[in-house]
């Protein structure tokens, strides 16, 4: 067992590599009653057309990484969530772009909900009658989903940044590409991405690191798991322009809603030089549009925008895009004005007093996340994924300079990578 302390955090992690492949990491926090457990697989939405070495390169059908995640808690006899509550815990699972995760929460019982969490991934029950009848349910899922205001123009923006990248694919799928999905389309992902070498366990709380890790590795040494080989990814080539410049979708709502994303060039790095591009652009976007800020004070006093304007960055694999936007009651003038203002601060560039302001902002919502197990064991995972420590973060946020981010200001507004996307209840007049 390796032993990772960090003491500008003052906290230690316990991670094993099993014979298997697979990864656990042990976070212990002394004083916690609640202990929280992911068992996550390195695999989203995104990955749908893929080569595991040594075999023939497979397309499966868009949602299907969504679909497996909820047919893996079907048992042939019981409720996994019941067992979960017999043992006093909360279960849950979700998936994103980039991978899915199962999880639990609770504060009495762990080892019987982790060797629980570990069992029922690790077994999974897929029939033609349960897949045929899960269609119906995820169909119902994403219409649902196509009255949603704030998910349409969210993913409306998506699908105008990107035409052949499969993140521009709603998660869920569509009810026509989930119609293709069988029972041996979903053993064929599941055997490919849920192989331990393939996952990570990361449990964190009042908990005896040497305790989970002989629990686990017990646990896996009572099954065989075939070696498998690496799993590449297959990518189009994505253009460097947006899909489309604007989206106008109709839809039932008392204040239209405006989203407006600018596409950057998908990262060529990974692990810490990623980190840094990533928290130096969330950075820069926090000192132009938090709500402390003077953009944000301006269009809030105009009546532009209301308390749920707000911002996001996100990059990984083939792509990198920001938003910026929430309700308004003049879309049109809302990306004006924000235009005006970027314009009229690219010239002096940012300022040291705020940018000093937003940085310790940042530092201390990272030190209170250290407080929440939630946040940690599921941050931890998303960038491990991407050869990222989660507590290189302190550290980089530290060392970004003003000068750092005024350049990642100027290189990230191009105004002919942006696109718009306008949800509101008529067609303009």
């Known amino acids: 067992m390796q032993r990772i302390p960090y003491p500008h955090l003052g906290e230690t992690i316990y991670h094993e590599t099993l014979d298997n492949g697979l990864h656990v990491f042990v976070l212990p926090k002394e004083g916690f009653q609640k202990t929280y457990a992911t068992f996550t697989t390195q695999y989203g939405s995104i990955d749908n057309f893929f080569q595991v070495q040594g075999k023939e390169a497979v397309r499966v059908p868009d949602g299907i990484a969504h679909f497996l995640e909820h047919k893996m808690f079907e048992e042939p006899e019981g409720d996994i969530f019941a067992t979960f509550a017999t043992n006093g ?26 060797t629980t969490l570990i069992n029922f991934v690790q077994n999974p029950y897929f ?9 119906g349910i995820i169909g119902q899922e994403i219409k649902m989903y196509e009255d949603n205001a704030d998910w349409r123009s969210y993913y409306g923006l998506i699908e105008s940044l990107y035409a052949k990248h499969p993140i521009h694919i709603d998660i869920a799928g569509t009810v026509a590409s989930i ?17 331990p070498s393939n996952m990570s366990l990361f449990v964190v709380g009042g908990v005896d690191p040497q305790e989970v890790i002989t629990l686990v590795k017990d646990n ?11 799993i590449k990814r297959f990518f189009p080539e994505e253009p460097a322009d947006v899909k489309e410049a604007r989206r106008l979708i109709i839809l039932p709502v008392s204040l239209p809603k405006c989203l407006m994303g600018f596409k950057e060039e998908a990262p060529s790095v990974t692990g810490k030089p990623l980190l840094v591009r990533e928290l ?47 309700d308004t009651k003049d879309p049109e003038q809302l990306i004006a004005r924000i ?8 010239e002096a560039g ?62 990230h507004f191009d105004w002919s990578k942006l696109a718009v996307s306008i949800v509101q209840s008529r067609e303009p007049s």
């Open 89 to 114: 815990a909360s279960a849950n699972a979700f998936t994103s772009f980039d991978r899915t995760a199962y999880l639990f929460s609770s504060t009495d019982r762990y080892l019987e909900n982790l």
């Open 127 to 135: 029939t033609d009658e349960n897949v045929e009848k899960e269609k």
């Open 179 to 195: 119609a293709e999905i069988t029972k041996e389309s979903l053993y064929e992902c599941y055997n490919t991405f849920y192989h």
């Open 220 to 230: 896996q040494a009572a099954k065989t798991f075939p070696p498998q080989g690496d």
């Open 280 to 326: 130096t652009t969330k950075l820069m976007l926090d000192v132009l549009f938090s709500s402390s800020s003077e953009i944000y004070q301006t269009l809030y006093d105009d009546q532009l925008i209301s308390d749920n304007f707000g911002h996001e960055y996100n990059c990984s694999d083939g792509y990198a895009f920001s938003i910026v936007g929430g």
């Open 339 to 346: 235009r005006e203002e970027v314009e009229k601060r690219k």
């Open 350 to 411: 940012l300022d040291e007093v705020t940018f000093e302001r937003s940085r310790k902002k940042k530092i201390g919502s990272f030190l209170r996340m250290m407080n929440s197990p939630e946040s940690i064991a599921n941050e931890y995972t998303k960038y491990r994924f991407k050869g990222i420590d989660l507590f290189d973060i302190l550290p980089v946020y530290e060392q970004i300079t003003l000068d750092d981010v005024n350049r990642r200001f100027r290189d």
